[in-house]
């Protein structure tokens, strides 16, 4: 390999398993983030035996002996100009590691030898560190410094939950229907909580065309929701509907936010939806109100004073249900979503955050339940967009109990999250810390910084200090899905984008024609009713005439 290798440098100072510094000439100094190779000895076998070791620059410093900050400016350009100038420049590497014969990533026990040469890693090595088999690879882009070396995440590392984190603009919900995408390919069953309808549109291609997938691609959208995109725009969306009737006690309670403590008012609810059900199959919230209010009426000489009482305070409970615009006369079943191979787009935009925490908070019970239970056998993956909002740092919503259980438990069972948030410290830490695997792009403010660094051991100091630095649709990705962490670009899309940016100057440029339209169109109004004037006037005269 040696004979194509570029040398830029050679090992200087002290030197250790998982750094070394390295000198190089002024010109061949390689820029930050740029991938090394070098040459060391490992035991493999207990055989002394060469390896590869890659490694990424992380500070790249250049000095000089001769101009310190100390002389006067006149005296540094005569050094300059009589040829005395020095100038020496070094970088800093961290080791990445070897790769064994099987394809593994192994951390060198023995440090890298000063006075060896480094060279630039050749593009064959870094496409064997950051792709995976085809079956493997959930394909996303390129490296940021190396744009011929394609980078893929491994499956097996969705057996994990994934956070994917940045703030907003920073290029989340693109990546996030790239991984979708790419995840359905590969047969995943995925299920996309999508407060924005970003993602309705991914049964298209950029160019308008179907995407050959699209007959495994399903959005949902309850009847209460106004919608940010019509049917026609989207094409069919099925309904998400959920019967009041169909509810249980607890379930009443919860969303009622009737305490299980308060023991009467629970026993003259439950007693009161007892009475309910014997009469009709289907009712709504409000037929609920008005028996509770009617409990004075019961004719029952068996039902104690204080239940119906608790019936009567139950009233008070109800005002959060009747106002809920969710229920409608069915109930659509989530196996119409745990469907092998099929991906689920929960169209949640134009409701109100209360119903759609709510209906996530259904979808992810059912979810889990049929998966637990062994009733939906193949792998779940949930993307729960905005899931600061599902899942806030300190309150409790209906959804959170659930997305904490999936994200302690659902491993186990084969339900994974990948959790996308733009405000990592106003989300709960157990999600977060139960992420494996994280996606972090662009973060600018020091308590999302912060959020990240204390639910990831695995992003250094290095890659933290980075993450400002980063451009849009620039990530990095620490954890199980990767061999090491990556720098990486993401690749273009090839589904079509719901929630993109506006163009802002194009519509702009619009509003400078309507306008100037409306001048022109009020100008000849105004001409017409003087012309009108003008007109009648004459014709007034001639009559008088
Ligand atoms: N890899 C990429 N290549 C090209 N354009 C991109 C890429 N990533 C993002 N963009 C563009 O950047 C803009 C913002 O991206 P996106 O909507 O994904 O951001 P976001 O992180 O989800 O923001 P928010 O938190 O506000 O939802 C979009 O217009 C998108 O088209
Ligand atoms: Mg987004």
Redesign the pocket.
Known sequence: MSDSLKEVGVIIGEASSSEFFFSSKPGEMPSRWEYLLTYSEEDIDGKPTQVEVVAQIERVISASQALTKELDFEIIKKIIESGLADRKVWGKARVLGYLTESGDLQQPKKAVIPGKPVYIAPTELLEKYYSYPEKEAIKI?TLITRSEVPVSLSIKGFRRHLALI?????????????VADELLKKGATIIMLDP?A?YVFLSRKTDGKRHDLSDRMTVFRNPASTGRYTEGDVGKIQPYEICFSDLDLDEICLISGISSHYTNIVTGLGKTLELLKAEKTVFQPKDLLEKLKDADQWKSDDIDPKITEGAKSAAKYLARLIKMRVFTDATTSVKEMLRPMHLSVVDLSGLDDEVSDYIAFRILTDIYEKVASGEFEYPVFVFV??AHRFIPAKDSTYSSGIIKKIAAEGRKFGVFLVV???RPSKIHADALSQCNSQII?RITNPQDQNAVASSSERLGETLLNDLPGLN???AVIVGEMTRAPIMA?????TTR?G????DIIGKMNDAVSKAKEETLDNESERLRKEMKGFLDSDEEQEHHG
Request: no cysteine; aromatic share 2%; proline share 0%.
């Open positions: 882009g940045a703030q907003t603009g920073a290029g989340k919900t693109y990546l996030a229907g790239i924005h970003d967009e905005e996308i948030t733009q792009m849009t649709g620039e670009r993401i690749k273009k899309r984008e929630g993109s940016d506006i």
